[in-house]
């Protein structure tokens, strides 16, 4: 206890210690050590001294400053607070050593030099922390130093510092030099110039970084007022940034000075500076100060004979941000501007009343390095004004016009304007290449001046070509902007189509309404880009397949994709020939083992095989709708299913094409070619059965099978539309020019085909020799004795509704298709309400109910054609899509419902023939 005791006697002794506040004692030895509180006395210091403080070493300078005749050096932890006088003076030079200082409060009205701090020779700091704050002074509010400031390392703070000139530092002779470390300013003013930094000579910075904020003076150098900033030297490359913001003045919003020189590997960046006069980042000008001042001023101007006064040479990075002035120079004012290889100049969102970006009295020279103007405003010359005026790979961004002015000569190389309203460079002697003003604009090159203006409402311009203007001005390029397309909604610089419309980059004012919709689905043009056709399809209106697809060979327009993998091709080839051969040989069952007994799975397979031939159109045109496309990815896979059981009653109906096959083959495509592979499996599986069978039976089941085939084939020869109006010069495009056939006899032989089918049925009917064979008992066994032709004009029907499908296709003209398959299921339905050809009631129950689907379906595919409502058409899909699907569960209701008169006796019962299907 005795000895816990004893140890807080000590502390709280030394605690009373540490606080009494007493007198500088003597720098015995020339080492001063403190250690607690004191205050200074009016004697100064005679020799060199060393001042050592321990932590919490406080020195209150009163009666007045802590005065060294000579050198001196500050080491450790100290902090000096000012009493209305100046807290240092060294008149000769100073060092800090491993500092951990701090000025506070030091200074006062009365204090001409250095409020916190005066060296009457040489400042260095090498490493450590060195802060001011709530300095004054007229020169130098806080730090004043007669020769040089050299900043090798570590960290010196200035803040709310003010002064007359130099709100912070001031260096009457010398120079500024940092090599590293970290200046900072900050709420920095003066009442002159200088709101920071004020210096006779240079800044110059070869490493480390000095940053301003909310630094300003009323007269010039909001935050740097000196003869010449420079960052690193000419031969050696380094890397310093420097950084401004809120910095504000008269002239120079952040800096003035005579000359501003930044090499390689350097940046600069101002943001948010201001002048009320010029030069809103930077105003360089001709030192307003007697030379007789500048320290060794004859090697001092050596350094920088070979660069004219009043220049602005970036080599590094230089940024400037929101800068403005009320009269010119929104960033820079000077008489001299340029920019060296590997630099790069920006200037976003800076305005002034003249030169919202760069006011050179002389010549602006960025024919070196890249420069960009953003957002710059000014009501005269918005990015640029000098007398001569060179600029290389510049780029201009939402600035106003006139952008460019330029008093004698101006030459634009590789110079883009981008997104502007208007473009205008003046000059009497104007020279340009590869100057673009970009896409949406219209460009007007004259003797004196380069124009540029936006599209008016309805007009385009998508492309961005070079202007060009030669030395003696005898080329240039006037770009005037194009009519918009029908069908398309056109803005200045781009144009997206609509679908089922496409353009020609060669014209875009002329659209051409596509052959099929889908293969147009509402490309756009703009600068780079030009799409107009979906995947497989090219050429004028999107109507040409592309290499890698081939046409359907039910619709031209309808581009299928070919199969690049050989296992997929030997795949189509034998489907493409087990389609004909399953659907011949279900046919050529039916017709050669015909009895007189009539099976009910017969007459159902037969009545369904007609229900397809409607059912199947139908669903294409609703596979081509808007609806359908929104709902593909829920609807894909049921409509996948119903395609492929409605393919069973079309011969070669799926998504193959014989162009591709005859690809896969190594032969030609030419019409020729795909006519004769078309026919070539249905000519050989005729020809086969009258070899085996007969040729009345082989002609029978041919007929049936083929004859909606033969005339689809010619049939889309006989297409024709217009991509364009007829008024405006649209040329009628006719597909009978693939066959090399004329139209007439195309027609001749699609008109023969279908009386030639029928009627040879017709014959074989009313020859009673046939009373007893195969095919007349599958042809008139189900119906009654005085309709016993009734089967012809099943075969009529059919072979309308391919002729049908092929001369309207349902990707050019879908409500004429379906309009003409309504008619003719109409007249279809009347026939057999009034006539009931069937023998049973039950079968006229059955054929009048598909038909009634049919035509069901066809109306509501009409109105889901015509609806503009997406959510209604996408309703009435779902009902066409599903409606096909009553006709199966006619064997599942059937059943289940009292039919007290055995309408559905015998509705589905097994059978061993292959064509009795159970529905």
């Known amino acids: 206890m005795l000895v816990v005791a004893a140890v807080a006697a000590a502390l709280v002794g030394a605690e009373r210690v540490h606080d009494v506040v007493r007198d500088i004692p003597d720098c015995a030895g020339g080492v001063l050590r403190l250690n607690g509180k004191y205050r200074t006395t009016p004697r100064a210091f005679a020799e060199n001294c060393t001042v050592i403080g321990q932590p919490g070493t406080e020195i209150e300078a009163r009666p007045g400053s802590l005065h060294f005749l000579q050198g001196a050096r500050l080491q450790g932890h100290l902090r000096f607070i000012g009493a209305g006088v100046r807290c240092v003076e060294a008149e000769g030079s100073l060092e800090f050593v491993n500092p951990d200082i701090e000025f506070v409060d030091c200074g006062g009205s009365g204090v001409d030099d250095g409020g916190a701090l005066y060296v009457e020779e040489t400042l260095k700091i090498s490493n450590g922390n060195v802060s001011f704050r709530n300095g004054t002074a007229s020169f130098g509010g806080c730090l004043f130093v007669g020769d040089d400031l050299f900043m090798e390392g570590g960290r010196m703070i200035f803040q709310g510092c003010r002064g007359e000139d130099g709100g912070s530092l001031y260096v009457l002779r010398g120079h500024i030099n940092q090599s590293g470390g970290s200046l900072k300013f900050a709420d920095s003013h003066a009442i002159f110039s200088g709101g920071a930094i004020f210096t006779h000579s240079n800044f110059l910075q070869t490493g480390g970084n000095a940053s301003f904020r909310n630094c300003s003076a009323a007269f010039s150098g909001g935050a740097i007022y000196g003869y010449a900033l420079e960052q690193c030297n000419r031969s050696s490359p380094c890397e310093a940034a420097m950084d401004f913001q809120l910095c504000r003045s008269g002239d120079g919003g952040a800096v003035r000075a005579d000359y501003f020189i930044q090499n390689l590997g350097t940046r600069m960046h101002f943001q948010d500076c201001s002048a009320t006069r010029s030069g809103g980042a930077l105003h360089i000008s001709k030192w307003p100060l007697p030379e007789s001042k500048h320290k060794g001023s004859k090697g001092f101007r050596k350094k920088y004979a070979l660069v004219n006064p009043s220049t602005v040479a970036v080599a590094g990075r230089f940024h400037c941000e929101r800068c403005t002035a009320v009269?010119?120079?929104?960033?820079?004012?000077?008489?001299?501007?340029?920019?060296?290889?590997?630099?790069?100049?920006?200037?976003?969102?800076?305005?002034?009343?003249?030169?919202?970006?760069?006011?050179?009295g002389r010549s602006l020279l960025l024919s070196d390095g890249r420069s960009e103007f953003v957002n710059t405003t000014a009501a005269y010359a918005s990015a640029a004004y000098s007398s001569t005026i060179a600029l290389l790979r510049t780029e201009l961004h939402r600035t106003t016009a006139p952008q460019i002015v330029a008093e004698e000569v101006a030459k634009l190389r590789t110079v883009t304007f981008v997104d502007n309203d208007e473009v205008r460079v003046v000059a009497p002697e104007l020279t340009a290449s590869n100057v673009r003003c970009g896409?949406?604009?219209?460009?007007?090159?004259?003797?004196?001046?380069?124009?540029?203006?936006?599209?008016?409402?309805?007009?385009?311009?998508?492309t961005d070509l070079e202007i060009f203007q030669s030395e003696n001005g005898s080329r240039s390029l006037t770009r005037r902007c194009l009519l918009?397309?029908?069908?398309?909604?056109?803005?200045?610089?781009?144009?997206?189509?609509?679908?089922?419309?496409?353009?020609?980059?060669?014209?875009?004012?002329?659209?051409?309404?596509?052959?099929?919709?889908?293969?147009?689905?509402?490309?756009?043009?703009?600068?780079?880009?030009?799409h107009m056709c979906a995947i497989g399809y090219e050429g004028r209106g999107c109507a040409t397949c592309s290499s890698s697809h081939g046409p359907s060979d039910g619709n031209f327009n309808h581009c299928l994709r070919c199969a690049a993998n050989p296992t997929q091709q030997y795949t189509q080839i034998a489907q493409f020939v087990l389609e004909d051969l399953l659907i011949?040989?279900?046919?050529?069952?039916?017709?050669?083992?015909?009895?007189?007994?009539?099976?009910?799975?017969?007459?159902?397979?037969?009545?369904?095989?007609?229900?397809?031939?409607?059912?199947?159109?139908?669903?294409?045109?609703?596979?081509?709708?808007?609806?359908?496309?929104?709902?593909?990815?829920?609807?894909?896979?049921?409509?996948?299913?119903?395609?492929?059981?409605?393919?069973?009653?079309?011969?070669?109906?799926?998504?193959?094409?014989?162009?591709?096959?005859?690809?896969?083959?190594?032969?030609?495509?030419?019409?020729?070619?795909?006519l004769f592979l078309l026919l070539l499996i249905p000519v050989c599986l005729v020809l086969a059965l009258a070899v085996v069978k007969d040729p009345r039976s082989a002609l029978v089941v041919g007929v049936n099978c083929f004859l909606p085939k033969l005339c689809m084939c010619f049939g889309q020869y006989l297409v024709c539309y217009r991509m364009e109006p007829e008024h405006l010069g649209g040329e009628l495009v006719c597909e009978y020019a693939k066959a090399h056939l004329s139209p007439w006899i195309l027609l001749g032989i699609v008109a023969a085909m279908s009386f030639a089918g029928p009627a040879l049925w017709a014959m074989l009917i009313r020859d009673k020799a046939?009373?007893?064979?195969?095919?007349?008992?599958?042809?008139?066994?189900?119906?009654?004795?005085?309709?016993?032709?009734?089967?012809?004009?099943?075969?009529?029907?059919?072979?309308?509704?391919?002729?049908?499908?092929?001369?309207?296709?349902?990707?050019?003209?879908?409500?004429?298709?379906?309009?003409?398959?309504?008619?003719?299921?109409?007249?279809?339905?009347?026939?057999?309400?009034?006539?009931?050809?069937?023998?049973?009631?039950?079968?006229?129950?059955?054929?009048?109910?598909?038909?009634?689907?049919?035509?069901?379906?066809?109306?509501?595919?009409?109105?889901?054609r015509a609806a503009e409502n997406v959510s209604l058409g996408k309703g009435l899909m779902l009902v066409v899509a599903s409606w096909p699907n009553l006709p199966h569960h006619r064997a599942v209701i059937c059943p289940a419902v009292p039919d007290p008169r055995g309408a559905c006796a015998g509705t589905c019962r097994t059978d061993t023939d292959l064509t009795d299907l159970c529905w």
Not at 334 to 347: E, I, N, T, Y
């Open 327 to 360: 009269h010119s120079g929104g960033g820079i004012k000077a008489l001299f501007v340029k920019a060296s290889r590997h630099s790069f100049m920006s200037f976003h969102n800076c305005s002034a009343g003249s030169a919202g970006g760069i006011w050179a």
């Open 439 to 462: 896409p949406g604009m219209s460009s007007n090159v004259q003797d004196f001046s380069l124009e540029c203006s936006r599209c008016q409402a309805g007009y385009t311009q998508t």
């Open 484 to 530: 918009g397309p029908d069908g398309a909604i056109v803005g200045s610089a781009e144009i997206q189509m609509h679908p089922g419309y496409m353009v020609e980059l060669s014209n875009l004012s002329r659209s051409f309404l596509c052959p099929n919709r889908n293969a147009c689905y509402g490309g756009e043009v703009r600068n780079g880009s030009f």
């Open 584 to 674: 011949f040989g279900m046919s050529a069952a039916g017709v050669t083992h015909a009895t007189g007994k009539t099976k009910e799975s017969s007459i159902f397979t037969n009545q369904f095989m007609s229900f397809v031939a409607v059912a199947s159109p139908v669903l294409l045109a609703v596979r081509e709708s808007e609806s359908f496309h929104e709902t593909l990815e829920d609807l894909d896979v049921y409509l996948g299913h119903m395609s492929s059981v409605l393919d069973i009653g079309e011969p070669s109906a799926s998504g193959i094409c014989t162009a591709c096959l005859l690809g896969y083959l190594g032969l030609p495509v030419t019409s020729t070619s795909r």
């Open 770 to 864: 046939n009373s007893d064979s195969h095919f007349f008992l599958y042809l008139t066994a189900p119906y009654k004795d005085e309709f016993k032709w009734w089967e012809v004009t099943r075969l009529v029907r059919k072979t309308l509704l391919a002729i049908l499908c092929a001369v309207f296709p349902i990707t050019l003209h879908p409500l004429t298709q379906i309009t003409g398959i309504s008619l003719v299921m109409l007249v279809t339905l009347v026939l057999e309400i009034e006539v009931q050809p069937y023998k049973h009631e039950m079968w006229n129950r059955s054929e009048r109910f598909l038909s009634m689907t049919s035509m069901f379906m066809v109306i509501i595919a009409l109105y889901h």
